[in-house]
Every structure is written in C-alpha cells, then in structure tokens.
C-alpha cells in the first residue's frame, strides 16, 4: 500500500491528476491537500469523491505544524506537489502572496518530507510541478531545453524558480529523493476562468468584450491537460531521481489565434451566425512585463519514457468547450462572489466598461 500525498489536487491540473491516480492506481491511498483558496474546487473531484482509495484533507502549505503532524499520521510515501498560486495577472497585484504559497509552502513540505523520510529515502519521491515560465522568454527562435538557464520575469515565475530551486537544493544537500518537471500552457476542462481560454469560453457564452492583451501576437505552447496528466504518471513511476523533465504539446500558437478559433469554435456549437463572437474581439492595455514567447523542447521525456501528447489541437479545443458549454453550472457557481470583483479589478478599466 502506497499513501501519496498530492497537493493543490482541488485545482484545475491537480484534480485530473488525482482523478487519474484514484482510478487507476487502486492500490495507492491518494491524499488531497487543498487549502481550497479561489482556485480550489471540490466540485472538480465528484466522480471521485466515494471512491474508497481517496482522502481528502483540508490544509494549507503555509503552516508547517500542520503539514508536521499530518506526515506523521499519514506516514505519506511520495508527494506530488501541484498546490500554488498560479496566475501571473495576480501576481502582478499582489506579488507577497505568490512567496508565501509557491515559495515558503514548498519549503515547508520539504521540510515535513525530510523529517520523515530520513530512513529509507529511496522509497520515497517529492515530485515537484512546474513551468515553463522559469525559463523567461523567448524571441521568434529557439526552445528551451532542461539546461536552459533560468531567467523568470513576472513574480509568478520568480516564485515558480525559487521553489524549484529549493527542491533541487534539498536533493543535493540532504539527499531527498526528487523530481521537477517543468510544462507549458495548459488547457481543458476545470480551469478557473481567469486564464485565456476559459475566460475567453465564458466571455462567448455571455456575449462579452473578449481582452486581447496588446498585440495579440505572443505566443504560448498549449498542451491538453490530460496529456498533462499522463506525463506526470510516467515521470512519477519511471523518471529519474534528480532529474528533471521539460513537458510541452509541440503546438505554439499566437493568442489571437487561440481566441478567434475559440470564437469559431464555440458559434458553430452554439449555432451562432459565424463572425458573430470574433466581433467581441478587443485589443486592450498589454499585461506589464509580458512574456513574448514560449516554446519547449520535448525531445528528453520523448526519448527517457516515451511520452508525446495525444490530444491534438483542434480535438483537444472542441473537447474543452463542449465541456464548459456542458457545465455551465460550474462555470456559474465558480463566477459568482469573488470573481466580479476579481474580473472588474483587471478588466473595467482596460475595457472601458
Ligand atoms: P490552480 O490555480 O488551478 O490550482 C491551484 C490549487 O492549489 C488550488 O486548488 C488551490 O486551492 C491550491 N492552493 C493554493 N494555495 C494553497 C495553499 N497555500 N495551501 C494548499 N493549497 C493551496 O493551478 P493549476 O493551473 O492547476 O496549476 C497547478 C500547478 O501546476 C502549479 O504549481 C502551477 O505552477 C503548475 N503549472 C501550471 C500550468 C498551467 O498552465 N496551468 C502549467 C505548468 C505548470
Ligand atoms: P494565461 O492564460 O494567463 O497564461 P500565462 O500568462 O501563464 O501564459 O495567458 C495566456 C496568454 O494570453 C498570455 O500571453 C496572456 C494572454 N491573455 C490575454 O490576451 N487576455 C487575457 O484576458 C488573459 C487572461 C491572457
């Protein structure tokens, strides 16, 4: 029996992997720790929520004491930890927020890892999820690869580095058993409608102003979440202690592209005259510091384990907005409250509502 600790599984990436990992893994106990902030959502995981392999826990990564005493009632083999602030926009309003979850919280699940795996620490693993965007950005040319040198540029990816930077650290210094892998732009069902493409679902359905920042011209590699997923299977089960794994969909696509196909998109499913929700396209104030481009090279988790991305562009986009169209209670239930004042705070005045 493997107890494995999976935190921030009440988000958009961590619930299909929890998902994942409580229905095919029947023999592990999965352990979801989630502080359940804007972000977290038990209503991702219903079709879990029974299943006799699945625990949820609610508890936040920024207090050590309590992550201390569930380690030690747990007795948790192997984290898979997911939890963070994740949206560059908020990290833009309130940087402190961004150290104390990405950076301070991993240190503390370090810490409880290392107090308790001090026996045996080959049968144990911190995997540590994150992105591409410690890599900063790229001109036209060019991938980054695992040695890319790190260069963040927003507070998000700032926190996103030093936290990896502290998982490598502990595996050198004290031996802890770890892994890193790094991803791009990830998109599908269950994500929060601050980021481009549920937003951008959402917006559609209501007939609102879609926000274009600047140009439209950046570009981002976007990679189907289950995809995701399934990479963090492999690399969990066969990635190599101390290594770490760049992941990516082998798709860039400009932003204005990924909208207007949305827009396509999501008018021939709702049998809307065709041209009617590109003409809620709107160019609007460029997001400060904007990374330009994105572009990763997958050629290392390609040749160590055999993973490429299954879901194509086109599948993957018509998936995901039958998706939102099909659940539009969540959607709802997820844009009430605190969203309004979230989506007026960034986009009144950008879009002169
Ligand atoms: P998300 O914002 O949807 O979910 C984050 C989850 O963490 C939420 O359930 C939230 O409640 C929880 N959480 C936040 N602060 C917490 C705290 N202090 N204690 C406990 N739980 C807390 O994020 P996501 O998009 O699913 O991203 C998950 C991870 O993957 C993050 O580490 C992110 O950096 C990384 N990542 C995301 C993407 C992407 O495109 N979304 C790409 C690459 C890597
Ligand atoms: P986002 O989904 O926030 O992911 P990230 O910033 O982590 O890449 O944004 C994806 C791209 O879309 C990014 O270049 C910023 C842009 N964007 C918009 O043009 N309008 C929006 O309203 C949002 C949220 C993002």
Redesign the pocket.
């Known amino acids: 029996m493997k107890n494995i600790l999976i935190t921030g599984g009440a988000g958009f990436i961590g619930s299909h992997v929890v998902r994942r990992f409580v229905r095919r893994y029947p023999e592990y106990t999965v352990y979801n720790l989630d502080a359940l902030t804007y972000a977290g959502n038990l209503m991702n995981l219903r079709d879990v929520e029974n299943a006799p392999n699945y625990r949820f826990i609610k508890a936040d990564i920024r207090d050590f004491d309590t992550l201390d005493r569930l380690f030690a009632k747990h007795r948790f083999d192997a984290v898979i930890h997911l939890a963070a602030e994740?949206?560059?926009?908020r990290s833009i309003e309130n940087p402190t927020a961004f150290v104390h979850t990405n950076v301070l919280g991993t240190v503390n699940l370090l810490n409880a890892a290392r107090k308790y795996w001090k026996d045996e620490p080959e049968n144990h693993l911190f995997y540590h999820i994150s992105?591409d965007?410690v890599y900063g950005t790229l001109g036209d040319q060019g991938m980054f690869t695992e040695q890319t040198c790190y260069d963040p540029r927003s507070a998000?990816s700032a926190s996103k580095a030093s936290s990896d930077h502290f998982v490598r650290a502990y595996g050198h210094t004290y031996g802890l058993p770890v892994v890193v892998s790094n991803c791009s732009?990830n998109y599908g069902p269950y994500q929060f409608p601050?980021?481009?493409?549920p937003?951008?679902i959402h917006n559609i359905i209501h007939r609102k102003p879609l926000?274009?920042?600047?140009t439209?011209q950046?570009v981002?590699d976007w990679l189907f979440v289950e995809d995701h997923a399934n990479a963090i299977d492999l690399i969990f089960h066969q990635g190599r202690r101390g290594e770490t794994y760049n992941i990516g969909g082998n798709n860039e696509q400009r932003?204005i592209d990924?909208?207007e196909k949305l827009c396509e998109i999501t008018d021939e499913m709702l049998g809307r005259t065709p041209g009617e929700s590109k003409a809620l396209i709107r160019f609007?104030t460029d997001?400060a510091g904007?990374?330009w481009r994105?572009a990763i090279d997958t050629s290392k988790i390609q040749r160590e384990l055999g993973w490429q991305p299954q879901t194509g562009w086109d599948e993957g986009l018509r998936k995901t907005v039958k998706w939102y169209l099909e659940n539009q209670d969540w959607l709802q239930q997820v844009t009430s409250g605190a969203y309004r004042e979230y989506y007026d705070k960034?986009?009144k005045k950008r879009l002169n509502e």
């Open positions: 994740s949206h560059v926009d992105t965007e998000y732009n601050e980021k481009l493409i937003l951008v926000p274009v920042y600047g439209g950046n981002r932003n990924v909208v609007v997001r904007h990374d994105y960034m986009y």
